[in-house]
């Protein structure tokens, strides 16, 4: 954790030390039993997912059997560049529409939901920063991370002592974030001014002002420094500790042996494999995959 650092002290070592060591080690048993195959079933799965495919034309971009996430783990999807990864996780937000699939998050149907749904319901994604929010302050972006609870309530958003009282939560919500992920001096500031790492911290925390069940990174660690990388990995594991689910697409292959749990691995729109990092690092058909060679059963 980014407090590890700090000295012990009687008063908080105890509290903070105790569920870093919870988390990934009950991440790590729910998944021992788990076979390292594609679609395997999972003991406790937030997220379900069956037959999702998305056609563009002729191209099948996504063509995902069976994948089930494990709750309370940190699951990386990684797959040569085209596999359909960032194509899989916008379907599963609701920012694109499969041409068919179905799955269940947390035990309700999100195949039909709208993204603002899934955001509700729990699922939640980072997005980079845009042009425009990054003429918006840090401050700015995180209220705008919060949604307009109240607004959305038509007859609530006309009665101003709600809609005062909803807005300094926020305020004092996303106050807390800042702090938690050292931007809190930064509030002032234009998002544009922030290091590439900052913008990574200022989105992850953007998407924690809707207490996700899990949390969705696309590429966390495209275009950090060294420096930030660390204090980035060690806010992922946070979550975790916080009992939520991270599922992450990522090329960096460190990252991924650093912090997953469990790795799903895609290639031409389909998942190939499933495993803990060890054992796909291990695997001839994601070799093949990254290659780009035919899979061949003879080279098994
Ligand atoms: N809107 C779209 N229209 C047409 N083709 C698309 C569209 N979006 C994605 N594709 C195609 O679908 C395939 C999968 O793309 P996708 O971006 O999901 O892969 P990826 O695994 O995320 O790749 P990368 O690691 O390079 O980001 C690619 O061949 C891509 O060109």
Redesign the pocket.
């Known amino acids: 954790m980014s407090d590890d650092t700090q000295p012990e002290t009687e008063a908080t070592a105890p509290a903070e030390a105790a569920p870093v060591r919870a988390g990934i080690s009950a991440a790590r048993a729910s998944l021992a039993d788990v076979p390292p195959e594609p679609g395997a079933p999972k003991q406790d799965p937030i997220l379900n997912a069956t037959g999702v495919r998305r056609a563009?034309?002729g191209?099948v971009?996504?063509d995902v059997a069976h994948l089930e996430v494990q709750r309370g783990t940190i699951t990386a999807l990684i797959?040569?560049?085209?596999?359909?990864?960032?194509?899989?996780?916008?379907l599963l937000t609701g920012f694109d529409r499969p041409s068919r699939g179905e799955w269940v998050f947390d035990g309700r149907r999100a195949d039909r939901m709208r993204s603002y749904q899934v955001a509700r319901a729990g699922m939640v994604r980072t997005f980079q920063l845009t042009k425009a929010l990054t003429r918006m302050t840090v401050m700015d972006n995180m209220l705008i991370g919060a949604g307009n609870q109240i607004g959305e309530r038509f007859w609530a958003g006309l009665v101003p002592p709600l809609w005062k009282a909803q807005e300094a939560a926020n305020r004092a919500k996303a106050m807390e974030l800042l702090e938690r992920f050292k931007l809190d001096r930064k509030r002032d500031d234009y998002a544009g001014e922030l290091s590439g790492g900052q913008r990574k911290l200022l989105e992850m925390a953007r998407a924690l002002m809707l207490d996700p069940k899990m949390v969705m990174l696309d590429?966390p660690m495209a275009g950090v420094n060294p420096a930030l990388k660390q204090s980035l990995l060690e806010h992922i594991k946070d979550l975790r500790e916080d009992g939520m689910t991270v599922l992450f697409?990522e090329?960096d292959m460190d990252m991924v042996h650093e912090i997953a749990d469990w790795v799903a691995v895609?290639a031409a729109?389909q998942l190939i494999t499933e495993g803990t990092p060890d054992q796909i690092s291990a695997d001839r058909r994601v070799i093949d995959a990254y290659l780009g060679a035919h899979h061949d059963a003879a080279q098994h």
Do not use: D, S
């Open positions: 563009f034309g191209l971009a996504v797959g040569p560049n085209g596999a359909g990864k960032t194509t899989f996780f916008n590429e697409v090329h895609m729109g």
